[in-house]
């Protein structure tokens, strides 16, 4: 067919800022190019300004690349990442903090930011 185009997915590379006013998420696109964007139920709450990453949201974990300083408060839901209720989640931090899903299926966990950090969230092993 004339003008077919092949279709190429790309990593994500958008950039979302949060802050106390909300979030905003940056896309710059190139020439031919055009994004879909999938909301996901992960949610950064920060009084600063910390900007986001997500490298990862599917049914194996979450990773996020996290800039900026001070207390973020991540909060995952239910979603194609499980999140049970009374399970254990672990969000690899500087110091890896383990959590326990709510009745309403989310996980939350409170980090401390001093400049970039990846942080990959995950369900906890059984010991």
Do not use: C, H, W
């Not at 004339?2 to 909300?22: C, I, K, Q």
């Not at 979030?23 to 600063?48: H, W, Y």
């Not at 383990?98 to 996980?107: F, G, I, L, S």
């Amino acid at each position: 067919m004339v003008g077919e185009r092949r279709r190429v997915l790309v990593p994500n590379r958008f950039l979302t800022t949060v802050d106390s006013a909300g979030a905003r998420t940056q896309i710059v696109l190139g020439e031919d190019e055009m994004a879909v964007l999938k909301k996901i139920p992960v949610t950064i709450r920060s009084e600063s300004p910390v900007n986001v990453i997500v490298q990862q949201y599917d049914a194996q974990g979450v990773r996020l690349v996290l800039n900026g300083r001070g207390d973020v408060l991540v909060a995952v839901r239910d979603g194609d990442f499980r999140v049970g209720p009374g399970a254990t989640y672990l969000a690899n931090a500087e110091a890896p903090e383990e959590a326990v899903a709510d009745q309403n299926r989310t996980v939350g966990f409170r980090i401390r930011l001093n400049g970039q950090l990846s942080v990959p969230i995950q369900a906890a092993r059984e010991r």
